[in-house]
Nanobody
């Protein structure tokens, strides 16, 4: 299993970013995928999840109505559209999946929201 995030960067408050997670080594379309974030000095926390079959979604309260998780099974890629970004969204963002009893993580991509 290999997960590779991209799309992070520095953005001003109120701005937008789109993160991508390219997946390989497993049947992407058959597994739920998630985004997590970890801010300095804090524990890693779940941001959003998208299921495999119906692409049902779950969001943490802190990002509801601002972030949108999606997936393209033909491209083995998951996305996180982040709008109305706030300084408190600053963190390393990781994509993750649970495959055959093991949780896998990408290397993470830094998102910094600052003026």
């Amino acid at each position: 299993v290999h997960l590779a995030e991209s799309g992070g960067g520095l953005v001003q408050p109120g701005g937008s970013l789109r993160l991508s997670c390219a997946a390989s080594g497993f049947t992407f379309s058959s597994y739920a995928m998630s985004w997590y974030c970890q801010a300095p000095g804090k524990e890693r926390e779940l941001v959003a999840t998208i299921t495999s079959i119906r692409s049902s979604t779950y969001y943490a309260d802190s990002v509801k109505d601002r972030f949108t998780i999606s997936r393209d099974n033909a491209k083995n890629t998951m996305y996180l559209q982040m709008n109305s970004l706030k300084p408190e969204d600053t963190a390393v963002y990781y994509c993750s999946t649970f495959f055959r009893g093991v949780r896998y993580w990408g290397q993470g991509t830094q998102v910094t929201v600052s003026s």
